[in-house]
């Protein structure tokens, strides 16, 4: 079992930036791979990044790439996403997630309760 919680969300102007945080505990985080997802107030939840196992590998959705950043810090146990560039249309929850690297939410097994991102205009 693997336990997610998110931090680091809130209010921001456009044009800023925001680091989200995600702690894991439960399993061995480093055999993981991790990813973040958002939804938006009225729409259904999307890929936004993914992480392999060891970070050398990453992808993005296309209405983030350029301007968001996935890492992860295994000693920690911690997977971060660093958005900049920040635009209203970025207002979201956003949820880690674990177990795959993929863009499909189907194959990730454990996900995060959320943390509220909003991009004030």
């Known amino acids: 079992q693997v336990q997610l919680v998110e931090s680091g969300g809130g209010l921001v102007q456009a044009g800023g930036s925001l680091r989200l945080s995600c702690a894991a505990s439960?399993?061995?985080?480093?055999?993981?791979?991790m990813g973040w997802f958002r939804q938006a107030p009225g729409k259904g939840r999307e890929f936004v990044a993914t992480?392999?196992?060891?970070?050398?590998?990453?992808s993005y959705a296309d209405s983030v790439k350029g301007r968001f950043t996935i890492s992860r810090d295994n000693a920690k146990n911690t997977v971060y996403l660093q958005m900049n560039s920040l635009r209203p249309e970025d207002t979201a929850v956003y949820y880690c997630?674990?177990?795959?690297?993929?863009?499909?939410?189907?194959?990730?097994?454990?996900w995060g309760q959320g943390t509220q991102v909003t991009v004030s205009s």
């Open positions: 997630a674990a177990g795959a690297y993929d863009s499909r939410m189907s194959l990730y097994n454990y």
């Open positions: 439960g399993r061995t985080f480093g055999s993981l791979p």
């Open positions: 992480i392999t196992r060891s970070g050398v590998t990453t």
